[in-house]
């Protein structure tokens, strides 16, 4: 048969080898990277605001409650997210997924300013309250990204570690193992750039007291290790559904 008589499906390079991977943007992977960057985002914003969580105990340095700052509850999420991405996509993809991450904070950063220094209308909220509260995202940001750009890389090459290590088994191990040593580099690396090296841009004023840094960084270890711990079930759960409904290959190769 000629090229002209042929049907567009009998065309050899049309078709694709049956059990094919999902496109780029199968719905199960644009959720995790959308929750990852959403989450990501969503921390810069937040971090400002010091929390603080009364315990039924008392720990060494916290004392009787977990003292973190606000991004931690979104900040959490993201961990959760590059581990479901890592063991679904591999070690190529999330390394890609960390780097659009990184370039989304600069995004936000040129987003905020220049919603702060475009003139304000009669009708709009106080300027100068608005570029206190939004403003502060700056060290923020700065904190983050150094943080970011250590640890996430780093959560990213001990899970596919120990994803190489166990044979692919385990993945409990490695959800929590990545994720509790990135969030110690992320946490002391944060905390104190944003919260002693720039105190004065967050309205603190004078630099805090090094127990109050301390205890920063120690609560808001805490609170991601038991994050880690508790959201194990919903990365087993996501990978597993998706892996059913066939939006990642079974078994992905760690240099993938």
Known sequence: MTDEGRRPSENPTDQRPRGSHQPALATGQLTIAGLFITALVTAQLTAAKVLAFGLPFSLPV???ALVLPGAALAYALTFFASDCYSE????R???RL???GLVMNFVMLALVWSTIRAPAAQSS????????VLGASTPIVVGSLLAYAVSQNW????????RELTGGAHLWARNIGSTASSQAIDTVIFVSVAFFVFPQYLGIGAQLPGNVILSLIVGQ???KLVVAFLDTPFVYAVVGYLRSQGHAPTYPSTAD
């Open 155 to 162: 959560d990213v090459i001990v899970f596919h570690k120990l």
């Open 221 to 223: 270890y805490i609170f």
């Open 125 to 132: 909220v106080d300027p100068t309250m608005f570029e206190t």
């Open 93 to 95: 993809a999330a390394t």
């Open 98 to 100: 960390v780097t659009v």
């Open 88 to 91: 679904l996509y591999g070690r």
């Open 62 to 64: 916290t004392d009787d």
